[in-house]
């Protein structure tokens, strides 16, 4: 019995000695570590010291400059977005004639937001031949058809791009013969056998704070019009749908963000993470040239473009750190954006 226990005790010995040996073994380089965390700790007093010094963190060569300083004598590459945000340079397509172009035009006119400049590139194109540019942010079709170009725009979507399709519709427009793929595919569309309705248009009570359609919304009574001024809360558009029985083709009224008051049609609908989770469109039923519907067109552009600001666009193959600085603005509109900078190495 007493040899027993001779060898139970051995194997404790072992195995206590086995892990002690692996805690050892676990135990990261403390050279490595603290040199990740200091460059960690050095970033966020960074931000923070340039925060305080008042940098305007949309513009990119302000930035640039400052970080190039403030990691002088480094190796260290960086990146900096910012998140969250209302993109302050959005580059729009439109594919459409003389007057569509002027509707669009007058409504992105560049405006000041939080304290920054927001501004639209917009370039007419031929509507006869759309072609799905990377090179804009935003791409926006009128009566250009849309049958056979369902790959090119899931692609397009696939790199977080945004379509807007204003147009009104008819129930022959749902046809597979027709745009009927694209419309309930892309768009979230489906044609309603309920009656037609006369009333005012609302932005739909089911949309919270929080929510993917909020953001237009939100936007929409910030954004100012062309006197400068806001749009109060609660705002009633006229009637601008002819004869459309257009709803989501979920029934999701989160996304339908404009309706009818007595009925469920609608005459905006949103839809994101349209293809591989990246994506936005909006379907937008056409209408008159009011000082309303301008406002909501920028709304919604907006929304379409993304919400996230590359700053400082650096490849690297290697991380090292990504460190968040959390900074609110909200002179004309609540917007809690994360800026992140990232660190790496370049090769």
């Not at 002027?102 to 405006?111: E, H, K, Q, T, V």
């Not at 939100?218 to 062309?226: E, K, M, W």
Request: hydrophobic share 40%; glycine share 6%; charged share 25%.
């Amino acid at each position: 019995m007493k040899g027993f226990w001779h060898v139970v005790e051995a194997g404790i010995v072992a195995v206590v000695a086995f892990l002690v040996l692996m805690q050892f073994y676990s135990i990261p380089d403390i050279k490595t570590d603290w040199g990740k965390t200091r460059l960690v700790v050095q970033s966020r007093d960074i931000l923070y010291s340039l925060d305080r010094s008042g940098i305007n963190w949309f513009n990119a060569s302000e930035v640039s400059e400052r970080l190039r300083f403030a990691f002088n004598n480094s190796n260290v590459v960086y990146d900096l977005k910012i998140e969250n945000a209302v993109r302050s340079d959005i580059k729009v397509a439109c594919f459409c004639n003389d007057s569509e172009y002027a509707f669009i035009s007058s409504a992105l006119r560049p405006f000041v937001l939080n304290g920054r400049d927001i501004d639209f590139t917009v370039i007419k194109q031929e509507p006869s031949n759309v072609i799905f540019s990377e090179l804009y942010d935003v791409i926006v079709l009128f009566d250009s058809p849309l049958k056979g170009y369902y790959s090119s725009m899931m692609s397009f979507l696939s790199s977080d791009k945004g379509i807007m399709l204003i147009r009104d519709l008819r129930e022959e427009d749902f046809s597979e013969q027709s745009d009927g793929k694209e419309l309930k595919g892309i768009f979230g569309l489906e044609w309603s056998s309920s009656p037609e309705s006369a009333s005012a248009l609302v932005f739909s009570p089911a949309i919270e704070e929080g929510m993917l359609a909020y953001p237009v919304v939100r936007n929409f009574y910030a954004f100012p019009n062309s006197s400068g001024q806001r749009i109060e809360s609660p705002h009633v558009f006229g009637n601008f749908i002819s004869g459309e029985r257009v709803v989501q083709k979920d029934g999701d009224m989160t996304r339908s963000v404009l309706v009818q008051q007595d009925s469920n049609h609608s005459a905006l609908i949103v839809n994101a993470g349209v293809s591989n989770g990246l994506g936005r469109t909006a379907w937008l039923s056409g209408g008159p040239d009011t000082e309303d519907r301008r406002v909501l067109m920028k709304a919604v552009i907006a929304w379409l473009a993304g919400d996230t600001e590359h700053v400082i666009d650096e490849k690297m193959s290697k991380q090292l750190a990504v460190v968040p600085f959390i900074k609110l603005y909200n002179k004309d509109m609540f917007e809690p954006v994360e800026i992140v900078l990232t660190l790496g190495h370049r090769y």
